[in-house]
């Protein structure tokens, strides 16, 4: 099997800084592509940052130039580095991971983190 575990929430003042970690472990011969997702109270889980094995980056639109993401593929960790964070940031952090388990089998399987609270106050 394989666990996605994120660290690093908590509660933080408006204009503060956060930095999030998300660790695979498992089953895992190579992941193609690890990104952090959100989900606040009442809407709908969006995408935040993301990052391809090669080093492609996507962002959304609310958190461009405030929020970057990081990838160390020796550890099949996943970094998001969070500045300038606002009270509308406040969400359930979530990572997920695109992961091939084996060598020779070309299959990729998608994982989801447990999540973690990130509390932006005013």
């Known amino acids: 099997q394989v666990q996605l575990v994120e660290s690093g929430g908590g509660l933080v003042q408006a204009g503060g800084s956060l930095r999030l970690s998300c660790a695979a472990s498992?089953?895992?011969?190579?992941?193609?592509?690890m990104g952090w997702y959100r989900q606040a109270p009442g809407k709908q889980r969006e995408l935040v940052a993301a990052?391809?094995?090669?080093?492609?980056?996507n962002y959304a639109d609310s958190v461009k130039g405030r929020f970057t993401v990081s990838r160390d593929n020796a550890k099949n960790t996943l970094y998001l580095q969070m500045n300038s964070l606002k009270p509308e940031d406040t969400a359930v952090y979530y990572c997920?991971?695109?992961?091939?388990?084996?060598?020779?089998?070309?299959?990729?399987?998608?994982?989801w983190g447990q999540g973690t609270q990130v509390t932006v106050s005013s």
């Open positions: 498992g089953s895992i011969f190579s992941i193609n592509y």
């Open positions: 997920n991971a695109n992961v091939k388990r084996y060598r020779y089998n070309s299959s990729y399987y998608n994982y």
């Open positions: 990052m391809t094995d090669y080093g492609t980056t």
